[in-house]
């Protein structure tokens, strides 16, 4: 059974750093697009970062694009998003995703879901 479990996040402050896992079972990520997805309470969800599934393109957010970085680890079949500079504005649970899509900011082409992790960044 495919199964992504997140791990990594937290309560940090403002400017601090966070390192997000994905560890993918019973699928391989090489095999697949991978992305990140936030939705805090109350509101829809929102892409974050992806690597396609053809191609090996990565697409960031407007928003996140220079302080967060999205990686694949094949190897350890582990998904990464490396935070930076964190704002509160990013408050939110962060989820990873896996699919055959090349529409890579559309959640809903995405097969696979992990549970979430919290991020928290206070001020």
């Known amino acids: 059974q495919a199964q992504l479990v997140e791990s990594g996040g937290g309560l940090v402050q403002a400017g601090d750093s966070l390192l997000l896992s994905c560890a993918a079972s019973?699928?391989?990520?090489?095999?697949?697009?991978v992305a990140w997805f936030r939705q805090a309470p109350g509101k829809e969800r929102e892409f974050v970062a992806a690597?396609?599934?053809?191609?090996?393109?990565?697409d960031y957010a407007d928003d996140v694009k220079g302080r967060f970085t999205i990686a694949k680890d094949n190897a350890k079949n582990t998904l990464f998003l490396e935070m930076n500079s964190l704002e509160t504005a990013v408050t939110s649970g962060y989820y990873c995703?896996?699919?055959?899509?090349?529409?890579?900011?559309?959640?809903?082409?995405?097969?696979?879901w992990g549970q979430g992790t919290q991020v928290t960044v206070s001020s």
């Open positions: 019973g699928l391989t990520l090489r095999d697949y697009g």
């Open positions: 995703a896996a699919g055959k899509t090349v529409a890579v900011r559309t959640g809903s082409l995405y097969d696979h």
């Open positions: 690597i396609s599934w053809i191609g090996s393109n990565f």
